[in-house]
């Protein structure tokens, strides 16, 4: 008998009838001889719909009652799972963020999950019931209701996995698992069957849309192998697990990221603390910043560009406005066309010259490079978005990721 | 400087525009000096629309869910009405049935209120920001939510003008106040300025849809003034209040409820505790039952005839008809097309044929009367539903209500 958190996302809690189909899953999962603990995003369109009701009352609304709001999303669908499994024979109950003891920090929209207190999920699994968790939702020290962020619902799985100490966690989606590429940019995209945490992790922060950064990154912490596959299917999806066990292969995959902005402080004194200001300012109120790019200084100025998500522009141009200015800063100014390319894989520690072959691909197709950062086993690249699409294929072919 | 509690319906909250109406009212009394806090319903329609969600899962959904679910309705009111009134420069804050500490028995679907801490809410009050709670849900003891059954918004809102000891309690609605009969049945209703708990109290317990009984009850409980009034403009409604101040007029309203269902049960053996046995196995499911009427003993059997509500009909029926068979009983008849209609008026007390000018109204309109029942203040009578808005008529007239 294993213990299985599964983890259901908006498009496998679409309707009615998959709903149904997700406690029939559930059911044969349980009949298997196993104990589930089921983890539920909103139905899709749902938390867009909230969303824009707030966003409707308020240019710039109070970021506790939006978490108010749009958890409600996940309330429904963590009962109406619970009805379809009631329905079917099999005793659930849902538990919401503040039943589930799941307590975070008090960021309300992007709060971090602090600790679970499993007594209420032990209890119910005791008694032969299916927890029935809301994804996405948590509550702070106060009580207040606080969400996790965009595809929190994977965070939330993955964190009861590791505070129940589940077997495994099976992230349910509407793709079999994890590419090579996304597969509507690139026909020749083939699914992964096992891919390490830290190759994963690259993949998920660079805009593979499969599984949510902060579960991998929560899963490799704790060890919780990760199946992603497949709500519309049984077949096997790709197992996210240590890295000890694999084959390291040079580069495992390319990703295209669009979600990001890149913001440029132009004629920026160039003097010990300006930049740490900055990002200080930013890191108070939350905001990721993902590359950052300074160019050498020329006469005691320079430039500084860095990229954060689309959903934080708003936040950061007035933030970095404000600092700018108080420096003496010349000019803020804001792209948003841009895309980030990457290719992942862990043999690049051990192989030099993916960085150079992957700018030859890129040239050869007249793409140009605007910036480009580097870890141990990803190269970024930021382009114009208009390319990205093109940059994908290319760096897929050029790197031989086919099937 | 008052403390005044203000509740608005799902007409009042129907729309984001009407949602900044209610921000504004908000606003508006504390502008005039006043502390307010804001119990609000779910948006019109929303209720029903979720009950359907999950009826269409489950034709006997679990009411635990339920209340899961259809909680939801008033936790997005809340936050919407909060976002509303922090656009406007008042502070704000949502506050759901398990942070405004609404404690509630175990019952789903129909809970009552045990007690409410008021902590948080004097906390926000003292911090100069308005609670907005979330009507109709509670939680009981152990974190479950529950909800308080229709119209149950007015119990929260009168429980906590209770427990906060606020001045008055204002129920915001789409009606002017509390007329003499519908004014959509009866042209020449006219509406009450002043009318005392107990009146209030039949009417709302007879088909008044305007104040949900529990509230009046608790209003009366704890002394409440109630002032029921438009959220579409700002003229006077009525006030609900004590008796003692007001002239006793002998009939001061018509209502007609056409919600209750009736059972029948045939050739019931004429026992002693037969009875009791089937209403307290209703009891102990909260349903409760309004009128019974058993006829006298023919060769050791009997007709038991009583109503309930509709929404109660489908657990009322299994239930009668598990004791009925059990107890050797012929048969249970449903009748759905029954109406209740009643005249209220505290000079009932003292004033003597009442009762008889009633039947004599109903006969000379040719509707006939299939059960009688009488409170001190009030006379019930069910009649076929075809006949009911004829019927009010007849009495609005009957009784010279009119303006």
Known sequence: MSLIVQKFGGTSVGSLERIR???KRVAQTRAQGHQVIVVVSAIAGETNRLLALGRELSARPNEREMDVLVATGEQVSASLTALALIEIGVPACSLLGHQARIVTDHVHTKARIEKIECDRLHE????????????????????????????????????????????????????????TTDPNVCPSARKIGRISYDEMLELASLGAKVLQLRSVELAMKYGVPVHVRSSFNSSEGTMVI??????????????????????????????????????????????????????????????????????????????????????????????????????????????????????RIL?????????????????????????????????????????
């Open 21 to 23: 189909e997700v406690a």
């Open 124 to 179: 119910a699994l005791k008694q032969g019931s299916v927890p029935v968790v809301a994804g996405f939702q948590g509550i702070d020290h106060e009580g207040n209701i606080t969400t996790l962020g965009r595809g929190g619902t994977d965070t939330t799985a993955v964190a009861i996995a590791a505070a129940v100490q589940a077997d495994i966690c099976e992230i349910y989606t509407d793709v079999d698992g994890v590419y």
């Open 242 to 359: 240590d890295d000890k066990s694999l084959e390291s292969v040079v580069v495992s995959g390319v990703a295209a990221d669009k979600s990001e902005v890149k913001l440029t402080v132009r004629g920026l004194h160039d003097q010990p603390g300006v930049v740490a200001q900055l990002f200080e300012a930013l890191a108070e109120r939350a905001i990721s910043v993902d590359m950052i790019i300074q160019n050498i200084s020329e006469q005691g100025t320079t430039d500084l560009t860095f990229t954060v998500k689309r959903d934080d522009l708003d936040k950061t141009h007035e933030i970095t406005s404000q600092v700018a200015s108080g420096m003496g800063a010349r000019q803020v100014l804001v792209d948003q066309e841009i895309a980030k390319i990457s290719v992942v894989g862990l043999g690049m520690r051990s192989h030099a010259g993916v960085a150079s072959r992957m700018f």
């Open 363 to 403: 040239a050869a197709r007249g793409i140009n490079i605007e910036a480009i950062s580097t870890s141990e086993i990803k190269i970024s690249c930021i382009i114009r978005q208009s390319s990205a699409d093109d940059a994908v294929r290319a760096l897929h072919e050029g790197f031989a990721l086919g099937g």
